[in-house]
C-alpha cells in the first residue's frame, strides 16, 4: 500500500489528502475537546465559588469546635476545604476584582472585598492554554499523580485564619490525547477503506497499461475482460478492437 501510495498519480494524491485531512481531524477534535472540557472546568469553578460562600455561611452559624469535622464531611476529591493560617490562594494568578467569578463571590458572601481572594490556573481556564497542555503536556496515567489545583477561593474568618476552598484537576493525564488518538485511529481505517477502493477502481487501468505494453514489444495476449466502470470499459473496448484492427493488417 505504501509503494501504491508512492509511485502512482492516485496514490499521491490520497496520501495528500491523508495527511491534510488527517491534520484537519486532528486539530478539529483537539479544539472541540478543549472547548468542551472548558465548559465544564468553568462549570466546577462556579460550583466551588458557591460551596465556598455556602460554607462561611454554616461555619458561623455552627460552634467552632465542629468545623473541622464538617469541613471533611464535605470535601470530596474534586472540591477540598479547610481552615489553615494563611490563604492558599497562587499570588501570580488572582482574579481581578472585575472577573465575573470574583463578583459571583463578593455577591454570596458578607465577607468585605480585601478579605476574599479568588485565584484561577491559567494552564486549565485562559485560552492560551491551549498552546501550553499541547507543546507541554504532563502525563501521568495515576489518577492521583500530579492532580493541581484549577481554583482556589480564600475568605477570612477572623483569628481562625482562611476557609480554603480548592478545586482540583482529575489528572495530570491529558484527556484531549485519547480523544485525538480515537479519532486518528478512526480516520487511518477510513483511509485503509478508501485506498483498497481506490484500487480496485483502478486495477483494470493498470492491467490496460501492462497490455499496451505488451501490444508494443509485439506480444500476444487474450482479450482484456472489461471490468471496472463504464468510461474504463469502453476504454478496454477500443483497445481490444484495436489490437484486432492491427493483427488482421
Given at each position: 500500500m505504501i509503494g501504491y501510495l508512492q509511485k502512482s498519480l492516485p496514490g499521491r494524491v490520497i496520501g495528500l489528502l491523508i495527511l491534510v485531512f488527517g491534520l484537519v481531524n486532528a486539530a478539529t477534535v483537539y479544539i472541540f475537546f478543549e472547548e468542551r472540557g472548558r465548559a465544564v472546568r468553568w462549570t466546577h469553578m462556579e460550583d466551588l465559588v458557591a460551596r465556598s460562600a455556602s460554607m462561611g455561611r454554616l461555619l458561623d452559624e455552627t460552634p467552632q469546635e465542629l468545623h473541622a469535622q464538617i469541613l471533611e464531611s464535605v470535601s470530596t476529591e474534586r472540591f477540598q476545604f479547610a481552615i489553615q493560617p494563611v490563604a492558599a490562594v497562587d499570588v501570580n494568578n488572582i482574579a481581578e476584582r472585575e472577573h465575573p467569578l470574583f463578583t459571583q463571590l463578593l455577591a454570596k458572601t458578607p465577607s468585605p472585598s480585601d478579605q476574599v481572594n479568588l485565584s484561577i490556573s491559567p494552564r486549565y481556564y485562559w485560552c492560551y492554554s491551549w498552546i501550553k497542555n499541547l507543546l507541554q503536556p504532563r502525563f501521568s496515567f495515576n489518577k492521583q499523580d500530579g492532580r493541581r489545583p484549577l481554583a482556589i477561593v480564600s475568605i477570612r474568618r477572623g483569628d481562625q485564619g482562611w476557609l480554603n476552598g480548592v478545586l482540583m484537576s482529575k489528572s495530570a493525564f491529558p484527556g484531549w490525547l485519547i480523544a485525538v488518538l480515537v479519532a486518528l485511529c478512526l480516520f487511518t481505517l477510513t483511509v485503509v477503506a478508501v485506498v483498497l477502493i481506490v484500487r480496485h477502481v483502478t486495477r483494470p487501468l493498470e492491467v490496460?497499461?501492462?497490455?499496451?505494453?505488451?501490444?508494443?514489444?509485439?506480444?500476444?495476449?487474450?482479450?482484456?475482460?472489461?471490468?471496472?466502470?463504464?468510461?474504463?470499459?469502453?476504454?478496454?473496448?477500443?483497445?481490444?478492437?484495436?489490437?484486432?484492427?492491427l493483427e488482421r493488417y
Open positions: 490496460l497499461t501492462d497490455a499496451s505494453e505488451q501490444f508494443g514489444r509485439g506480444e500476444t495476449f487474450d482479450l482484456l475482460p472489461e471490468q471496472g466502470p463504464e468510461d474504463v470499459r469502453r476504454t478496454t473496448r477500443a483497445f481490444n478492437r484495436m489490437r484486432d484492427r
